[in-house]
C-alpha cells in the first residue's frame, strides 16, 4: 500500500524554465509534508517542507504547493538549472499521531535539467 | 562538525555470509533509520528507533537485525535470509517530538552480493 505516490520517475526540463514535480498521498492523517533532493550515491538532502495548516511555502527559487482536498503537493523550481539534476523525493510524516516522526517517502522523480 | 556517517561507502557480500553496516551520529538525535533504495521503489524503511535500547521492524524488516545499545549508533546486519540484499542503504536519524525538523541522512552504503 503506497500511501505517498510519485507517478512520474523522470522529468526533463529546459534551463531556465519551470520545473514542477508532483505528489500525491492518500493518508488524510499526514500532516507535514518534505521534499528531499538526492544526488547519485549521496544521501539526500532537505530541500522544502510545508505543513498541512498552510497550502504554500516558499524558499529562494523553490516553492511548495499543498492541495489537502486533492491530496496533492507539488514542487515548482524556477527558474530550473542544471546543479537541479538530481532525484527528488516527496516524503510525510502524521507527527500528531506518530510521535516518532517517521517519514514515508514517494519512488521519486529524477529532474534532468539541460543546458 | 555535527553529522551522521555511515561505513563502509560500497561493501561486497558473498552469497550466505551476514554483513553488518555502521551508522553513527553527533548530532544528539534521539531516533534513528534505517532505509533501503532501489531502483524505481523509492526509500523504503528497513528498521527504526526511537530511544536506546528500543526499535521497531519497518516495512521490509525480514532478513535484517539492528541494535540500539548506545544512542549515537545503530548498526544494521543484514543476514543470509535477506534474499535479495544488493542495494542502497541509508540510515538517518532526527528529533521526535520537538516540532519538525526532518531527517539528516548519512551518505549511504552500496552492497553487492558476489
Known amino acids: 500500500d503506497q500511501q505517498v505516490k510519485q507517478n512520474s520517475p523522470s522529468l526533463s526540463v529546459q534551463e531556465g524554465r519551470i520545473s514542477i514535480l508532483n505528489c500525491d498521498y492518500t493518508?488524510?492523517?499526514?500532516?507535514?509534508f518534505l521534499w528531499y533532493k538526492k544526488y547519485p550515491a549521496e544521501g539526500p538532502t532537505f530541500l522544502i517542507s510545508?505543513?498541512?495548516?498552510?497550502d504554500k511555502n516558499e524558499d529562494g527559487r523553490f516553492t511548495v504547493f499543498l492541495n489537502k482536498s486533492a491530496k496533492h503537493l507539488s514542487l515548482h523550481i524556477v527558474p530550473s538549472q542544471p546543479g537541479d539534476s538530481a532525484v527528488y523525493f516527496c516524503?510525510?510524516?502524521?507527527?500528531?499521531?506518530?510521535?516518532?516522526?517517521?517519514?514515508?517517502f514517494g519512488q521519486g522523480t529524477e529532474l534532468s535539467v539541460k543546458p | 562538525d555535527g553529522g551522521i556517517t555511515q561505513s563502509p561507502k560500497y561493501l561486497f557480500r558473498k552469497e550466505g555470509q551476514n554483513v553488518t553496516l555502521s551508522c553513527e551520529q553527533n548530532?544528539?538525535?534521539?531516533?534513528m533509520y534505517w532505509y533501503r533504495q532501489d531502483p524505481g521503489q523509492g526509500l523504503r524503511l528497513i528498521y527504526y528507533?526511537?530511544?536506546?535500547?528500543?526499535?521497531q521492524k519497518g516495512d521490509i524488516a525480514e532478513g535484517y537485525s539492528v541494535s540500539r545499545e548506545k544512542k549515537e549508533s545503530f548498526p544494521l546486519t543484514v543476514t543470509s535470509a535477506q534474499k535479495n540484499p544488493t542495494a542502497f542503504y541509508l540510515c538517518?536519524?532526527?528529533?521526535?517530538?520537538?516540532?519538525?525538523?526532518?531527517?539528516?541522512f548519512g551518505s549511504g552504503t552500496r552492497l553487492t552480493v558476489v
Open positions: 493518508n488524510s492523517m499526514f500532516d507535514y
Open positions: 510545508i505543513s498541512s495548516i498552510k
Open positions: 538517518a536519524s532526527s528529533i521526535p517530538r520537538h516540532g519538525w525538523y526532518g531527517y539528516t
Open positions: 528507533s526511537q530511544i536506546v535500547n528500543d526499535f
Open positions: 516524503a510525510a510524516s502524521d507527527m500528531i499521531y506518530n510521535q516518532g516522526g517517521k517519514l514515508i
Open positions: 548530532l544528539n538525535h534521539d531516533a
